[in-house]
């Protein structure tokens, strides 16, 4: 019996050694109070090193039962090394037709990872600044708890 352990320990522990996420952001920030204001853009930093990988990018969103709407718009804008931007408006589904949250939920709260820009190639190395913003008609809007972005090689997903 114990050397049945000690293998399974050791598959768990050699498992959790092996597994490393290569993702070249994996971040999310907390909205105060559960009320994200339209002027309060959440923003992400990092750096590019080589341009040659493709990368899924991904928002991270966090909502709880007080979110009024099936739907998230958000601006999503890129920052480049040379100071350029490009501007996305990406539209999350939150809920199905019924109504019900489509996201992994645990008690009041659930929680979506969309990737919206898929084989995506970044145009130069160096430090890109992310910036995150809800476009929606209501604010600020309640129920949004956490907002994120996960950048990740397209062969680690």
């Not at 293998?7 to 105060?32: M, R």
């Not at 899924?56 to 966090?62: M, Q």
């Not at 589904?93 to 996201?103: F, N, P, Q, T, Y």
Request: charge should be neutral; proline fraction near 3%; glycine fraction near 6%.
């Amino acid at each position: 019996m114990k050397g049945k352990i000690a293998v399974f320990l050791f598959v768990c522990l050699t498992g959790l050694i092996g597994c490393t996420d290569h993702a070249l952001i994996d971040e999310n920030e907390a909205i105060e109070d559960s009320n994200w204001s339209n002027k309060q853009a959440r923003e992400f930093t990092t750096t590019v090193k080589d341009v040659s990988v493709p990368y899924h990018v991904y928002l991270n969103i966090r909502n709880s039962m007080e979110y009024s709407f099936a739907n998230l718009s958000v601006l999503f804008r890129q920052i480049n090394p040379d100071k350029t931007t490009k501007t996305y408006r990406v539209n999350v589904v939150l809920a199905d037709k019924e109504g019900l949250w489509i996201g992994k939920g645990a008690g009041n709260l659930y929680a979506h990872q969309v990737r919206f820009l898929k084989n995506h190639h970044f145009p130069d190395t160096g430090v890109y600044i992310f910036q995150i913003e809800h476009n929606m008609r209501l604010d600020p809007l309640t129920g949004i708890t956490d907002i994120g972005l996960r950048v990740a090689p397209v062969n680690t997903d």
